[in-house]
């Protein structure tokens, strides 16, 4: 064969391995745009920051398409990697015409202590990005994992793809092997931030006018660097990240003396700012509790925020008329804890992460607060309070705060919002929100994806309604095979109540990705038959409903039609189904919907209607076929599902039922 260069051969529509590749995603645009114009190679000592240089290097050899990128955290270690990849599709691109298509791996293990590689997929002409920095610690095997990374980054040489691995500072096994060892570039130190800053103002910010606020010469009063911002960044401890987020800054500031201001402030995180406030209100605690319901209620009446605060320090409304024309109007106080009034209604927006370092800095310093703060808001958040209609904006506090502590106590406690008396759509779709966002986070994802776990298995019907809505969103898209786990024990409820058809839901979105079908596919039908859970028989009988959308049937059917074994599956499975009578229901309604798409032409007209012929014939003493074939009284059926009984060629009339002997396999 010739012309095949970076090409895989494929055998009978199908990839040649049986196995499903781990899911992966796009490096985002923003990224790319930064490592394109606004890449820095200055280091802070004024040499030259050659990581990047290294890996691409390693890449370009003769040697296994692989770059191992190890260092401390805060050193740009994903920015090098997607650099070097960046580096390479320009290479090829200038070769031969086309580059790279460059991508990143989702770690989506089945076992993330024993990461199979076999899983990692292997396209042709694709530069992958696989990031193990937080996990490579919990491998039980290291060295087997990573010689296995090096033999399938062999392979990926000869279709014209590359790996790069992000990897901690110790966690790569270098030492086990030359291979090993060869394969690793080491980040020492990043680049200037100074000069990370200002090319990020000027090329990936368009604010090259700016520029002076970052200037790094020497003040002639001797108080610094001529920029009033220069003066943030440090070269011995900044980190890349520290400079883009001052970029980000001062392109998102009003351009005015106060804009920098606000804009430094919110660099430091306010911190001299709430250092001041918290000490000038060390006798005020009514001042401070004020400030914390106007953290968590900006944006809502002052009056409210001021009940709030009552209610946090435990105190009912003051009815005493001296007391209450004692001391400082509202406004003062409010106005005096930085919070803005305009109109009766109290914000703090107008300083960008002003509230969340509030929170942050009342996390760290006053640790009693946390069981008292979080029962207030579940008060103040429960249904017809003033927090019910700010829950979007008080949700995503706490999972700042959580990510940014790596506290899972605080997703534990929006948990308990799931029964808090609101069941409205929206309430729960937002917590579900919070979920997804926690899950893929670093360093806390890990702890929230396994309380996913933990919550799909739990009996209340809201909680599994929730699990289901996160298995619904971008977390089924970047790690589809934890979804399907979790979707399994929502699918094994007693009752088929909305958190089962939210999971069915779940899972046809799932498969209606083509790339995640085979996966699906694979799971449910060893559920159904190897297993034999509720679930499988559930999730096998909702795939396979052409009535949502028929595609994964049409795929499937044209599967069987062209390999005996995917037929013989379909079997099994219509098998396994119907001799479980908690679904019976559904697999007369699924023989009912399978008819109208055979009079659709949706389906293989003759190829349905064989595997029904046999499904049927093998089952006519059960009740969902018996139903099927002969009717039930009232109901009455329209011509596709009598043209389809005419076409299986069945009895006139039904048999006598033979008696039942032997265990059931739903009784197994």
């Known amino acids: 064969m010739r012309g095949n260069k970076h090409s895989r051969i494929i055998i009978a529509g199908g990839n040649v391995t049986d196995k499903d590749p781990l899911p992966v995603t796009d490096i985002p645009r923003r990224e790319l745009d930064v490592v394109r114009q606004a ?33 401390p955290a805060g050193h740009g270690k994903r920015a090098v990697g997607i650099r070097a990849l960046w580096d390479v599709s320009q290479a090829e691109q200038i070769g031969e015409g086309t580059g790279l298509v460059l991508a990143e791996i989702q770690p989506d293990w089945d076992k993330p202590k024993n990461p199979d590689i076999s899983l990692m997929p292997d396209e042709p002409g694709t530069g992958y ?19 296995a990374l090096v033999k399938r980054a062999e392979k990926l040489r000869e279709v014209g793809s590359y790996l790069v691995v992000i990897a901690d500072e110790h966690g790569w096994p270098e030492e086990e092997s030359t291979s090993l060892a060869t394969a690793v570039v080491r980040v020492k130190s990043g680049p200037s931030p100074h000069r990370v800053a200002a090319a990020h103002l000027e090329f990936v910010h368009r604010k090259p006018e700016r520029l002076g606020w970052l200037n790094t010469a020497a003040s002639t009063t001797g108080t610094g660097m001529v920029g ?58 009514a001042d401070r509790a004020l400030l914390i319901a106007a953290l968590f209620l900006s944006g809502d009446k002052a009056v409210s925020i001021e009940h709030a605060a009552q209610r946090l320090l435990g105190k009912e409304p003051q009815d005493n008329v001296e007391a209450i024309l004692s001391g400082p109007d509202l406004t003062t106080r409010l106005a005096a804890v930085h919070a803005k009034v305009t109109e009766r209604h109290a914000t703090l927006d107008h300083r960008p992460g002003y509230a969340q370092a509030v929170l942050n800095h009342l996390w760290h310093q006053r640790p009693d607060i946390h ?30 705060l959580a990510i940014a502590e790596n506290d899972i106590k605080v997703i534990e406690k929006i948990h308990t919002w799931i029964t808090n008396g609101n069941t409205s759509d929206e309430h729960l779709q937002l917590i579900a929100d919070v979920f997804a966002k926690a899950a893929e986070a670093d360093g806390l994802g890990a702890k929230v994806r396994a309380r996913l776990l933990d ?98 049937l049409q795929v499937l059917l044209d599967s069987a039609d062209r390999d005996p074994e995917v037929k013989q599956h379909l079997l099994r499975g219509w098998r396994a189904a119907i001799a479980d009578p908690r679904v019976a229901t559904q697999c007369r309604d699924l023989m ?75 009784e197994s």
């Open 228 to 285: 009033k911002a220069a003066n943030l960044l440090y070269k011995e401890t900044s980190t890349p990240a520290d400079a883009a987020r001052l970029a980000t800054l001062l392109a998102q500031a009003d351009n005015s003396l106060q804009g920098l201001d606000n804009a430094i402030a919110a660099f430091r995180q306010w911190r001299k700012s709430i250092v001041d406030l918290f000490e000038e209100t060390d006798d005020q605690p």
């Open 39 to 71: 890449w820095v190679t200055t280091g802070a000592d004024g040499g030259t920051v050659s990581a990047a240089a290294d890996a691409f290097g390693l890449l370009a050899s003769d040697g296994p398409a692989l770059a191992v990128i190890v260092g």
């Open 371 to 400: 069981k008292p703060l979080l029962k207030w808001l579940d008060d103040i958040t429960a249904p017809g309070e003033p927090g019910a209609t700010r829950l979007a904006a008080i949700s995503d506090l706490l999972v700042e």
């Open 455 to 552: 919550w799909s298995k739990d009996d209340e019907e809201s909680v599994a309604k929730v699990i289901a809505l996160v298995c619904q969103g971008d977390f089924a898209d970047h790690f589809p095979r934890q979804t399907l786990v979790r979707l399994r024990h929502i699918l094994d409820r007693a009752e088929p109540d909305t958190a089962v058809h939210m999971a069915e839901e779940a899972l046809r979105g799932l498969a209606a990705d083509p790339r995640h079908l085979p996966r699906a596919w694979g799971m449910v039908i060893k559920w159904a038959t190897e297993h034999g859970h509720l679930a499988g028989h559930r999730a096998f009988l909702s795939l396979l409903d052409p009535q949502h959308d028929p595609y994964v």
């Open 129 to 147: 990005l696989l990031d193990v920095a937080a996990e490579i610690r919990g491998w039980e095997r290291p060295g087997t994992v990573a010689t």
């Open 592 to 666: 009912i919907a399978w008819a109208y798409a055979r009079a659709d032409g949706l389906v293989p007209y003759e190829l349905i209607t064989d595997i029904l012929r046999q499904v049927v014939t093998e089952h006519m003493y059960d009740s969902p076929v018996t139903a099927f074939v002969f009717g039930e009284a009232g109901v009455p059926y329209d011509e596709p599902v009598i043209a389809l009984r005419k076409d299986l060629q069945l009895p006139i009339r039904p048999p006598a039922p033979q008696p039942v002997t032997g265990p059931q396999p739903w």
